[in-house]
């Protein structure tokens, strides 16, 4: 058997959640984590998936 990337079901969760709230600290207020806990979950789930998921502003 392969070694598979599994997506995490937690990340997945937040990148819903950011999608629904639109904004990071939105979606950690309806979590219960931090906007930097958020954003880690979000990059992780990324490097997981080998896929852009949201724009970042800088």
């Known amino acids: 058997m392969s070694d598979l990337n599994l997506i995490n079901t937690l990340q997945l969760k937040i990148f819903v959640t950011v999608a629904e709230e639109r904004t990071l600290k939105a979606a950690a207020v ?3 984590q ?9 990059k992780a789930l ?7 998921l949201l724009p970042t502003q800088r």
């Open 34 to 42: 931090t906007p930097s806990a958020i954003s880690q979950n979000i």
């Open 30 to 32: 309806k979590i219960g």
């Open 46 to 52: 990324a490097s997981t998936s080998s896929v852009f």
